[in-house]
């Protein structure tokens, strides 16, 4: 609030100085915005095409297992599942993309040969072994959309914080610190108008009085003159 | 750290998963979704060895609010969704909230 400051000479200048410190951090925080939103647009792109991807991975899959469900019965299916010995693992490395750190992620064991799966080629049929290496691929997809979706979420979020930070400058900060500027600079002008009105008031005042002075002291050379 | 892979549903969508060598998933009978799934998402968010949750899409709708906007806002893990027009509905609303624009709006 402007009545909240003294109309003081020293805080007009601290408050210039806020003014012009927010109005860079403005334009700063405004070029970083436009920036994420520009970096971010590539990645929706990409995230897009790894999402259809996905889905067509999953139906592919879907078709796979059911295909085995259905010869091979679903105790068949759920026991090679149970069986399984290697396990695929994720591994995460970071990345920096306009200071925002995006996920890379890393995976190893997903795609495994027949031998390494750990359940008996006996028992099992080419169906599961299809059905199996359908859902790898799609492991594969989920690893990379997990990648872009987080980096997508991760810029998003930073995306809305200088967002916020961008408008809470122009809407709030910098409106009330130019409110305040104004208030002072009027306040000072008022009071240097009333220190002029003041020094003209005790000029007259004065010139009044020397005036009153000199007349009182022509009457009295007139006076003498007169004796 | 290496992590794994964890997947939450039913029993019929876990086991092609499983058969892909994810050994932490979370069993859930259709029956007992809407009792269990908001519990089988928050310990395995809790659960520091998981990377990647993948759920399907259409299990969203039994979330309660709490770990329905841990679905769509984790990353650590990140929850993946397959299947179902929803797969990125969170992400969709949070581009919509950052952006202002429906970026992901379909031709």
Redesign the interface.
């Known amino acids: 609030m402007a009545k909240d400051v003294k109309p003081t000479r020293k805080n007009l200048m601290a408050i210039e100085d806020r003014i012009e410190l927010s109005e860079r951090g403005h334009d700063t925080l405004e070029q970083k915005r436009d920036g994420l939103i520009m970096e971010f647009m590539d990645i929706l792109d990409e995230a897009q095409d790894v999402r259809s991807n996905l889905e067509s991975d999953y139906d592919t899959a879907q078709k796979k297992i059911n295909m085995a469900r259905a010869m091979e019965g679903d105790v068949a299916v759920r026991g090679a599942a149970a069986a399984l010995k290697e396990h695929p693992e994720i591994t995460t490395e970071s990345n920096n993309i306009m200071g925002v750190v995006v996920p890379q992620i890393e995976s190893s064991k997903v795609k495994k040969s027949l031998g390494e799966r750990g359940y008996g080629v006996l028992g099992t049929s080419a169906r599961i072994d299809e059905a199996a290496e359908a859902y790898e691929e799609l492991l594969e997809s989920i690893i990379l959309a997990a990648e872009v979706e987080t980096a997508m979420k991760k810029m998003l979020t930073e995306i809305e914080t200088t967002k916020r930070r961008v408008n809470a400058l122009e809407f709030k900060l910098l409106p009330e610190l130019k409110e305040n500027q104004e208030f002072i600079e009027q306040k000072l002008e008022e009071q240097e108008r009333e220190e002029i009105f003041r020094m003209k008031k005790i000029k007259d005042k004065k010139e009044a009085e020397e005036d009153e002075l000199e007349a009182e002291a022509e009457r009295e050379r007139e006076a003498v003159s007169a004796d | 750290?290496?992590?794994?892979?964890a997947v939450i549903g039913s029993?019929e969508f876990t086991?092609?998963?499983?058969?892909?060598?994810?050994?932490k998933f979370e069993n859930i009978t259709p029956e007992e979704k809407s009792d269990e799934l908001d519990d089988a998402v928050r310990s395995v968010a809790r659960d520091q060895e998981v990377?990647?949750v993948?759920m399907h899409a259409e299990d969203l709708d039994y979330l309660s609010r709490e770990p329905r906007s841990i679905v769509d806002?984790s990353?650590e893990p990140?929850f993946?969704t397959?299947?179902g027009d929803a797969?990125?509905s969170g992400?969709r609303e949070?581009?919509k909230?950052?952006?202002g624009i429906d970026?992901?709006e379909e031709d």
Do not use: D, N
């Open positions: 750290m290496s992590q794994e892979i029993p086991t092609g998963f499983r058969l892909a060598g994810v050994r990377g990647i993948v806002t990353v990140t993946v397959v299947g797969g990125s992400l949070q581009i909230r950052a952006i970026l992901m």
